[in-house]
């Protein structure tokens, strides 16, 4: 469910108020907002040209300061850059929703306690896999974006260079990289499809359907 209580009417960006965040609470929410960017820019439904100059600044802004955000906590340059790019993202996937990766990420929250940022991180690269027959331009285009130098590349390479450097920026990061590190075991996965499968708010937004089936697959390649 979402409701218009839950938009805001003003958002105050101030670093000066993060400074005191602990590294994986800033790695974890930074990684979430540029997941923001990244599922609207290829979300099913809504996307629009306003929302894709939103989410392509947004991505841009975090990929360049998420890791001296992190390395650096009192540098108030790059936690402002973070804040605005998290404002820019939040706009745009409040006007193109999340999808895939935030339906997978919910029940990691709800069954493990798993902070919602590090659930969409630890997913992050097997849906955008999953993906990848759909919105393969888009992630080549998100890939040119943050790697210039992958201009010179096809547009499958674009692509992939795209996954790996999301990949890259999470690890950099500190961020756990596989759902065993959190609790998870093989036993948990099939109650974790069948949960995945009651975000159907989400799943409409994905640019690939993701079956029970899929999502079984998808956290067993997270495990
Ligand atoms: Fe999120």
């Known amino acids: 469910m979402s409701s218009a209580a839950l938009i805001a009417d003003w958002a105050l960006l101030d670093a000066g108020l993060t400074t005191g965040l602990p590294r994986h609470v800033t790695a974890a929410t930074g990684i ?52 605005l790019g998290a404002h820019l993202a939040g706009v745009a996937f409040a006007n193109a929703p999340v999808a895939g990766v935030h339906a997978l990420a919910y029940p990691l929250g709800g069954h493990f306690h798993v902070p919602h940022g590090l659930s969409n991180a630890l997913m992050l690269s097997h849906v955008l896999g999953h993906n990848m027959p759909a919105a393969m331009t888009s992630y080549a285009e998100l890939g040119v974006l943050l790697e210039p130098e992958l201009g010179e ?13 999301m990949a890259r920026l999470a ?53």
């Open 32 to 83: 979430d907002a540029m997941v923001h960017a990244i599922e609207s820019y290829t979300s099913a439904r809504l996307k629009n040209p306003v929302s894709d100059l939103l989410a392509r600044e947004a991505l841009r802004l975090l990929s360049a300061n998420l890791i001296r955000a992190c390395d650096h906590p009192d540098d108030l340059d790059a936690r402002g850059q973070m804040l």
């Open 153 to 165: 590349e096809g547009r499958q390479a674009q692509a992939q260079g795209f996954v790996r450097h």
């Open 171 to 223: 690890r950099g990061a500190g961020l756990p990289e596989r759902l065993r590190q959190v609790g998870v075991t093989l036993e948990h996965l099939d109650m974790l499809a069948r949960e995945a499968m009651k975000q159907e708010r989400l799943l409409v937004n994905n640019p690939c359907p993701i079956t029970e089936a899929d999502a079984r697959r998808l956290y067993e390649a997270a495990l």
